[in-house]
C-alpha cells in the first residue's frame, strides 16, 4: 500500500505536503513509511487480530496474558512513535500534514476499533489524531472508518 501510496501522489501531482519535494522533509516521511511496518503496524494489526478477529473465528476468547502481552508491545511503539517522530511537531514531517500521518493514524485506528482506546491518556497523541482529523475533514475520516469501527458488533 506505501508503493500505491507513493505512486498516486507522484502520478496525480498531488499538493507537495503529502509527500514534500524537500529532501528532509521527504526523508522525514520515508523514515516513518520503512519504520511503521514493523512497529506500528505489526503491533496494532496483532491486537486487533488478537482481541478481536482470533475469538471471532475460534468462538473463544483468547488468554489475558495474550492480550497484555500484545497492548504492551504496541504501548512500546507508541512511545517511540511520540518521542521520535511526534516529538513537538504538529504532524510528522512537521508543520503540515502529510502521507506518513495519514497512514499513521490509519494504523492505529485497527486497534482503537478493537476497543483499545490508544489516545487516551496521551494527550501528545489525542493533539495530533486532532490535527490529522481536521485536515483531511472530520466526515472523510469518520466515513473511512465506518466498516472498522462496527467490527466490535459481529
Known amino acids: 500500500s506505501i508503493a500505491i501510496l507513493l505512486y498516486l501522489v507522484q502520478k496525480f501531482k498531488t499538493p507537495d505536503h503529502w509527500y514534500p519535494s524537500d529532501l528532509q522533509k521527504r526523508a522525514r516521511v520515508d523514515e516513518y513509511l520503512s519504520w511503521q511496518h514493523a512497529n506500528i503496524r505489526a503491533k496494532g494489526s496483532k491486537l486487533f487480530l488478537t482481541k478481536v478477529l482470533l475469538p471471532l473465528l475460534t468462538g473463544q476468547p483468547l488468554p489475558p496474558e495474550k492480550l497484555e502481552f500484545a497492548t504492551e508491545e504496541l504501548n512500546v511503539a507508541l512511545k517511540q512513535f511520540e518521542d521520535k517522530f511526534l516529538q513537538d511537531k504538529p504532524f510528522i514531517a512537521g508543520s ?3 502521507l506518513a500521518d495519514l497512514v499513521a493514524l490509519v494504523e492505529l485506528m ?5 476497543g483499545y482506546d490508544l489516545f487516551e491518556e496521551r494527550p501528545k497523541l489525542t493533539e495530533w489524531r486532532r490535527r490529522v482529523e481536521e485536515a483531511v475533514g472530520k466526515q472523510l475520516f469518520q466515513e473511512a472508518h465506518e466498516e472498522i469501527m462496527n467490527i466490535k458488533n459481529l
Open 110 to 114: 485497527q486497534p482503537v476499533c478493537a
Open 96 to 98: 503540515e500534514i502529510s
